[in-house]
């Protein structure tokens, strides 16, 4: 089975710097995604970035950037110039590449983001 | 803009009552998915349906069953619910041309409290 670890609970970063979120997952298969997950106080789930296993070059959206380091099984999400509006709980979640099937993600325990102006 | 609503922001409940969490779709996708969130524990599965009328059973099935009628719905029922049960129930979809390529939409949560 898959796992996904978390292991900051919480992290907290000045406004306008940079944090780094980390997640490690484990697996046995080669095809699978990788999903950065943000959840506001409000409760809705929004993807923030995605990242496919075969693809070597680290996805990026905007201040948000991942590295991904599939043979350390590793997936950590650099936020720059931290917002305010950042502050969430965020998931890291693995996905596998099912073929035309259905299947769920496995998320991590989530990272508390609080932002200090 | 994809749109996953829930039937219920919040919902108190007596134990052994028959529990229904309806979730609704607007973009015709494939697959939807019942998660429940509890504190330090993440998101875990417990049903999903890849078409009308199918469903698997996901980690944590037990004390659940779902019902997919209809394409844009998918609703998580509690037989008899129990205290266990309360918890925040998270609602997705998502397109469904492959599992874990599709990126999976959520729903803004159903906050179930079994007293």
């Known amino acids: 089975a898959q796992t996904v670890t978390q292991s900051q609970p919480e992290m907290s970063v000045q406004e306008a710097e940079t944090v780094t979120l980390s997640c490690t997952y484990d697996t046995s298969e080669s095809d699978y995604y990788l999903f950065w997950y943000k959840q506001p106080p409000s409760r809705q789930m929004i993807l923030v970035i995605r990242?496919?296993?075969?693809?070597?070059q680290n996805a990026t959206e905007n201040r948000f950037s991942v590295n991904f380091q599939k043979a350390a099984k590793s997936f950590s999400l650099k936020i720059s110039d931290s917002q305010l509006g950042d502050a969430a709980m965020y998931f890291c979640a693995y996905g596998l590449y099912s073929g035309g099937g259905a299947d769920g993600l496995t998320f991590g325990k989530g990272t508390h983001l609080i932002i200090q102006p | 803009d994809v749109k996953v609503t829930q039937s219920s922001r919040y919902l108190v409940k007596r134990t052994g009552e028959k529990v229904f969490l309806e979730c609704v779709q607007d973009?015709?996708?494939?697959?939807m998915f019942w998660y429940r969130q509890d504190p330090g524990l993440g998101l875990r599965l417990i049903y999903f349906s890849y078409d009308v009328k199918m469903k698997e059973k996901g980690d944590i099935p037990e004390g659940y069953s779902v019902s997919r009628e209809k394409k844009e719905r998918f609703s998580l029922i509690l037989e008899s619910a129990s205290t266990n049960q309360t918890s925040m129930y998270l609602c997705?979809?998502?397109?469904?041309?492959?599992?874990?390529?599709?990126?999976?939409?959520f729903g803004p949560g159903t906050r179930l409290t079994v007293l």
């Open positions: 973009m015709d996708h494939e697959n």
């Open positions: 997705a979809s998502s397109r469904g041309l492959a599992g874990g390529e599709d990126t999976q939409y």
């Open positions: 990242q496919e296993a075969y693809k070597q």
